[in-house]
Each structure stands twice: as C-alpha cells, then as structure tokens.
C-alpha cells in the first residue's frame, strides 16, 4: 500500500501544488516569459553523465566541509525566497529550526515574513546565517538592514545583483498576484515592534511594502564601482555576490574583494533565455582559481545533482524551491523532510561514484556536454569577429 509519504523532491512538489493557494503556487513556482531558463535549470544536469569508480571502501563517507572557512556538516544549504508564510503560517521560523537541525547554511531574504531576529534565534549554533540584500534607492534602508543582521548575528551579507528590474512573470501577472494583506515583511519595520506581538496596524501589509521597494525603489545605478565599495565601507562581513553567470563578472567580483559568488539566474525568474546554471558554472569556477568560491543554485532536485555541481568545482550547493514545497507539506517537519531526501541521496551517489569525502568530488567525476555553444566579440575596425568563448 502507498504510504503516501513523499520519498523525492517531485513528490513534495506535487503535494505542494495540490495544498498551497494557485496564487502562492504560481508565485513559487513560476519563471519569467517562457520560463525556458527556469526548465533549463533543472533539465540541464540531465546532459552531464557520472564517471563513478570501483572497488573503492565507502563504508564511512562524511559530507562535512568548511564555507568561508567555518566547518559545516554538509554543502547542501538553503537559499533565499521571499514570502515563507505563504507556505506554512510558521514561515521562515519553521524553515529556520530545520536548517539548524541539518546545519549547514541558511540565507535569509530581504523579503522575510519574519524578522531576521527571530530567524536567527531558533539556530543552535550549528547553522551559518546569511542575509541577503538589496539596494534602494535610499540606501539608508539598505544600511540599515545590514547593520541590524550584524547585529544579529549574520555571518556574511548576500548581495544580489542580478535585479535591477523585475522580470516579467506572465503567471504573476495573468493571477494579479499581490501578498495577501495580513503578511508582514518585518525586517522592513521597527525591530523594537516586529519583534514583540504587534497589532495589525502597527505595519504595513507585505503587498503595501513589496510594491514600495522591490523593482520599483531599487538603485538601478548600482555598480561594481559603487556598489560593493560602498558596501565595504558599511561593514566587515564578506560579501557574496548573487547572480554571477560569467568569467567576466566573477574576475570583477575578485578584484572588488568579494569573498564569494553564487552561480544563480534567480530560479529562472530574471533574464530569460539566460545560461542555466550547471552550464553557467564550468566558466565562473575556472575564472574563480583559488581566489574566491564559488556557489551555485537554481534547478537541484537530487543528491545527483549537487554531486555534479560539487564535481564541477561548486564549493556549496543551495536550493529554494525545494524547502518551500517541504514547507507547505508539513512546515518545520516538511523543510527537515527535504533537505534529508537531498542529504541521503547525495550521500548515496557519493558510495556509489566511489568517493568518502567531499574533497574527493571533482571533475573526474562526470563526463561534460562539448560545443554546445559559442559567443564571438563582433568584428570592430576591419577586424573579424572573434570566438571568445566555447561552452
């Protein structure tokens, strides 16, 4: 008899499909336009082939590894997303006290329903905090925020870049969507009140806020001149960069001092038509060297998958999508329920390529797509255009 347990992420994915609100649902789970990036990310890992090897003792096998030089149980990590108590009325508190558990990494949303305070609060020690960031237009609300996850206790600032607008997503927009009017995203109210019982009217909805700051307030002059300078001079966090698709920019992030880049097309939710990740992530390793690490998100669905992002040179792999529908299915319980399927299967392809710790994961590992792609400069002055890369 089907238990009716979800035993892979797809399960939880339908589950959450059939429990959430259309609206939440198609918030979560759309791209932009025609979504092909947002596919991509997933379909993409299916194009690169494991190269396992035998006879090999895997009767003790560690996931542990160190992320900005802080040891963590395993490189499997949570993501940012906006909106957590659009899954499960405990929101991103939920989703916190399972991080803690799995302990690994957290990164926390701008757009939180609950306070980076109370976030922080249900970790045990055991789990590192991230926050990420965007910049306004007054970058006072931006200032103000980093200074209070210092405070807090926020281990790195997380800085996203690869929203200067919105994309268009035809789902959001054919469903009107708006978050409903009882949501808060309080980590854009007084600390004081959002973390004591407020009353409704002591803040504004998350529809009113989310319309006042995303998209429409954020600095679209933010530059690597301006932007990450400005950054250092606010705090001593490290700064991971978000969104990086290319060696260029990630040779920009090195030179600007960042600790970190997370390969990352915003789920599939930004530029469409953009590189999938997995595909992306080849080229921000290779211009990375040992100088900076390199993270990366978008599309992981199986311990298969973040052991081909490890092979190709991923320091941690991250998802969103994945802890939102184990969210919906049974709040604090339903997160810890997918990160374990991800953890066991990673640990499962780990015994059956051959490998007992991370650091042993590398390229050898998998067989990679060739010539899929190219991109030539244009011909300037007489000269004929030129190949400058080959993917």
């Given amino acids: 008899m089907n238990s009716g347990e979800p035993v892979c992420i797809k399960d939880l994915e339908k589950i959450a499909e059939q429990v959430m609100p259309g609206g939440a649902w198609g918030y979560y789970a759309s791209g932009a336009n025609d979504e092909q990036t947002k596919h991509e990310n997933e379909e993409a890992f299916s194009s690169y082939r494991l190269h396992p090897r035998m006879l090999r003792d895997v009767s003790k ?30 929101g991103e508190a939920a ?6 558990q799995h302990g690994s990494i957290m990164i926390l949303s701008t757009y939180s329903t609950t306070s980076m305070e109370k976030v922080i609060a249900q970790g045990d020690g055991s789990t590192q905090y991230w926050m990420q960031l965007y910049v ?4 006072s609300v931006s200032e103000a925020l980093v200074r209070r996850a210092e405070k807090a206790g926020f281990k790195a600032i997380v800085l996203t870049v690869d929203a200067p607008v919105l994309g268009r997503r035809l789902v959001d927009a054919r469903n009107r969507f708006n978050p409903p009017p009882h949501l808060r995203l309080e980590n854009f109210m ?4 959002a973390n004591s019982g407020y009353s409704s009217d002591l803040a ?14 954020g600095d679209q002059t933010l530059s690597w001149a301006n932007g990450i300078s400005w950054l250092k001079q606010i705090t001593s966090l490290p700064i991971i960069v978000k969104g990086i698709l290319s060696a260029e920019d990630t040779q920009l992030a090195i030179s600007h001092g960042c600790a970190g880049v997370i390969v990352s097309n915003h789920g599939g939710r930004q530029l469409d038509g953009a590189l999938s990740t997995i595909d992306a992530l080849p080229q921000v390793v290779e211009a990375a060297g040992d100088k900076i690490e390199v993270y ?8 298969t998958d973040i052991f081909k992002a490890l092979a190709l040179g991923a320091r941690a792999v991250f998802v969103a999508r994945p802890v939102l529908w184990g969210l919906a299915y049974k709040g604090e319980e339903g997160v810890l329920h997918a990160l374990k399927l991800l953890q066991s299967e990673l640990e499962l392809a780990m015994m059956l390529a051959g ?20 991109r030539y400069a244009p011909s300037r002055n007489g000269k004929p255009r030129r190949l400058v890369a080959k993917l």
């Avoid at 991370?358 to 797509?369: C, L, R, W």
Wanted: include cysteine.
């Fill in 136 to 139: 306004y237009e007054q970058r």
């Fill in 190 to 193: 007084d600390p004081e009140v």
């Fill in 296 to 303: 990366m998100d978008g599309g992981v669905r199986k311990g």
């Fill in 61 to 90: 096998i560690s996931t542990e590894t160190t992320i900005l030089g802080q040891k963590v149980k395993t490189p499997l990590g949570i993501a940012p997303c906006a909106l957590h108590k659009l899954a499960h009325p405990s």
């Fill in 95 to 100: 989703t916190s006290r399972a991080a803690s």
């Fill in 355 to 374: 490998t007992t710790y991370i650091s042993e994961i590398d390229e050898s590992y998998v067989y990679q797509p060739t010539n899929r792609w190219v």
């Fill in 204 to 217: 504004r909805s998350a529809n009113e806020t989310f319309g006042a700051t995303f998209g429409a307030n």
